[in-house]
């Protein structure tokens, strides 16, 4: 830390802009050191005790501590660990990267996936129920003489694009196939396990009569099966929209089915168009899921499954769980790449990858703007500010090196709220030029970088203990980890000047850099425990310890614990305004007693009402699955309906000794 020793009359003189000076004694005996952890790997699908060669990616690191959760090894300290599995199943990898002052931590959630290659002997087809009922069957019956088999070995083919083992899959047990004159083209319809598709012999006609040859009417036979088996097999999106172009559900159901359809070979590149949106479906969204992959080389299978496990499903969060990047970011790069022409570097690579070879993609370069030239709305801390006037807030963000920010104290926030959402990854600080004739650099010394959605609720980004900054003029910019988007953006300041009165930050310019996701939702969730509700507790016979209360569940803090004596309670909120809720979040408590078992509940359910009398069920969730202490989990639904009372039932599956213990609790809406 440095130690700095002024006179003070002499340095408020200095501060008076007086030509006198005072020494400055100080050390600088620390540098920033950033470390970033990263990693890759030749391949993260493999069979069975197939190695897997990890490379170490990370930047400033001396020290590495690699996890693999059901690998051999299960840890490493090697910098380039080679690893294999003896089980089935998708599997975390941990990467800490280590220097003499700082951490970083690298984790991708199921990133490994193992499958024997026997599994697929384990393929069911379906029974399929063919029938041709078109007024003239000779010209498909001549292409096709068997369609049973032909559908058949077609869902085995889309199965193994889907999925890496049947297991995964949703059971379909019959297919009704039927040809037949219409005016459409074909369409699936039922859900599995029994689905039906139809196919017009009325199209098939209408293109013998446009002169294709018997080839390319087999294609084109082949080339919508695959669409349509694409359609039984595909997992469908909850809360998605509808099936209508432009809505999340279309474009994710119409995109992956051509998409499949465009890696089995049944049509080309030539067919691709810049432009357009990845909701548009068919050809636009399906060449853009094939993009994709040169972002997660397990797209697809990520992207069908992410079906299952987002509700109220979107591209958006899907793309952000599979990727860590925006949808609208990725898919002004994929048009960039179109283009500029990269397009066909990254078709050559993908389709490498199709073939199973190695494919180094590169490393993925978001286009970063500084936040603060965004038009944001600012505010600051005003409390003991004094402003010289050639210092003013302002000047800090106008782009102007010249123009000094000059605060009398030795800490300050500013708080950016932008439109669009971004993803921070940098802050670049500069120091101001010697204004007042000394030799010492008022610059902040360290600073925390927070991001909200509402303006309320902060979570941290970045902390960095030491900028280093120590000459005038000079600009430094500090990068880190940060895979979430925010509209609102708050830095705050300080340094590490201890004494007397002579306390200043000055700053030449802020930049908050990040890239930019989506339009901010001008309504955001907001947990309804934190905007002053009434809260009223299920109480029996000596419900809670003293340290134990109910309000320890929504104060915002996990190290207080909420303890219930019985296995059941509940909570009512009562709001000013109307909610609509539509997620919950549920953390179980810290390890308070030392014991194995977790107290949490195991179920609940979420009630709405008007009058505090009337109770409508809004969502009820039959196991949380939280198994862990200090675990966290999220529960989204869909809820058309605002409601000023808010009641949470709470159950623990435990019958003798019962007991509700709970870190926070947190019920997620917006605003009417």
Known sequence: MKKHI???????????????????????????????????????????????????????????EWTFEGGDPVTSTEENPVVT???????????????????????????????????????????????????????????????????????????RWLFACPDEMDVLQNIDYTV????????????????????????????????????????????????????????SPQGAGQYKPGDDFYGFIEGMADYVRYVS???????????????????????????????????LSEFNQSAKTINPWSWEKATQQITGKSVAALWNEYQDDIKTGKIAEIDAKLVKLRNGEDVDFGGYEPVLVDITDQNPTVTYQTEEFDFMDWGK??????????????????????????????????????????????????????????????????????????TGIINFE?????????????????????????????????????????????VSNTNPLVDITKQNPTVTVKEGESAFPDWGKP????????????????????????????????KVALSASNDIFGIEFVFSADEFTLLGSDDGTNWTEITKVADTGITQFAEKKEFTFENANYYQFHKIELLAEVEENGRIVIGELELHGKAE
């Open 85 to 159: 599995y003896a089980s089935d199943g998708k599997y975390k990898v941990t990467l800490k990267a280590i220097n003499d002052l700082n951490v970083s931590v690298y984790e991708k959630t199921n990133f490994v996936s193992v499958f024997s290659g026997e599994c697929w002997k384990n393929f069911v087809a379906p029974t399929i129920n063919f029938k041709n009922t078109a007024s003239d069957k000779s010209l498909y019956n001549t292409l096709v003489p068997n369609p049973e088999n032909l559908i058949q070995d077609v869902c085995f083919d889309v199965s």
């Open 265 to 299: 070979g049944y049509f080309t590149t030539a067919d691709r168009q810049q432009g357009g949106h990845w909701n548009d479906g068919y050809r636009t969204s399906g060449f853009f899921i094939d993009w994709l992959h040169s972002k997660n080389t397990n797209f």
């Open 393 to 466: 807030p302002e000047n800090v963000i106008d782009n102007n090196a010249s123009t000094p920010f000059f605060n009398m104290n030795d800490n300050t926030w500013f708080t950016f709220e932008t439109q669009s959402t971004y993803n921070v990854t940098k802050v670049a600080i500069t120091a101001t030029h010697n204004i007042l004739g000394i030799d010492y650099v008022f610059t902040p010394d360290r600073f925390t970088l927070l991001g909200s959605n509402d303006g309320a609720e902060w979570t941290e980004i970045t902390s960095i203990q030491s």
């Open 551 to 582: 309000e320890a569940a929504y104060d915002g803090d996990q190290n207080t614990q909420f303890f219930n004596w019985t296995n059941d309670t509940w909570f009512t909120f009562e709001t000013a305004k109307k909610y609509n809720v539509t």
């Open 180 to 235: 037949e004159d219409n005016d459409g083209i074909s369409a699936k319809g039922g859900t599995p396990p029994h689905i039906n598709i139809f196919f017009s012999a009325t199209y098939l006609q209408g293109c013998k009569d446009r002169g294709m040859t018997d080839e390319q009417l087999m294609d084109e036979i082949l080339g919508v099966l695959v669409h349509e088996v694409t359609h039984g097999y595909q997992f």
């Open 6 to 64: 002024f006179n003070i009359l002499l340095m408020a003189a200095i501060v008076m802009m007086g030509s006198c000076k005072e020494e400055a004694e100080f050390n600088i005996d620390h540098l920033q050191k950033n470390v970033r952890a990263s990693f890759t790997a030749d391949k993260n699908r493999v069979f069975l005790n197939e190695q897997i060669h990890f490379t170490n990616a990370s930047v400033g690191a001396v020290k590495y």
């Open 474 to 518: 000079e600009r430094k910019e500090f990068t880190f980890n940060n895979s979430e988007y925010y509209s609102f953006h708050k830095i705050t300041l300080e340094a590490d000047i201890e004494e007397g009165d002579n306390k200043r930050i000055m700053i030449a310019e802020l930049e908050l850099l990040g890239e930019a996701g989506e």
